[in-house]
């Protein structure tokens, strides 16, 4: 038996199998009427029985929210961040929201190349609450795909080569694939062995 075949075999859903916690992540984004940008982002937990408390924890009920906790993050047009609120609705300990304190060390970054990295750098581990921390990386991807149709007429991002910066930052933008060979013909690279007409 191939793994392929083996993998596809796991994969199918075992009709007896049971759901033993839910998660929910949702991202909403704005345009506001003082010409910034806001996503809302919220993470929600939940299970299917009711979860006894570890000590200084709330008890939570069946399908009653653990964690119902989220940012709000204002931004503008060049990515910049200009206001961060966190909100916690539910969370498991009565400490849990001042762990949303530290997010407002970001204001003022760009949500640009190395976002990520500089926000485990300033929020990881006990500095911060890591279910809040976690929300900021597809925050970014969220702020890119809002800004979509509002950035008409700029200029395509590109590195100091003037190579457009979208070129290698997923696998429809690869290099050697179809979309580059089509959008920026004189920055195609072929595939070893490949000969570019």
Known sequence: ???????????????AREEVHFRQIDMRAFRRSDALFEIEARVVDRKPRDLPPAPGARFVRANEPLHDLGLRLVFDE???????????????????????????????LKMTGGWGREVRNRLSGARSCTHLMELLTPVATTAHQALRGFRTGRPEPTDANGRPAKIDSCYAFRAN???????W??????KPGEIKD
């Not at 038996?1 to 009709?15: F, G, K, N, Y």
């Not at 694939?177 to 959008?183: F, I, K, S």
């Not at 013909?185 to 072929?190: E, I, S, V």
């Open 177 to 183: 694939g179809e979309v580059v060979l089509r959008r």
């Open 78 to 108: 060049d990515l910049l961040v200009h206001a961060i609120e966190p909100f916690t609705t539910f969370a498991p300990y009565p400490v849990c929201p001042e762990g949303g304190r530290e997010l407002q060390s970001v204001v003022g």
């Open 1 to 15: 038996m191939t793994a392929s075949i083996e993998s596809d075999a796991v994969l199918r859903a075992d009709p």
């Open 185 to 190: 013909p004189d920055f195609y690279r072929p």
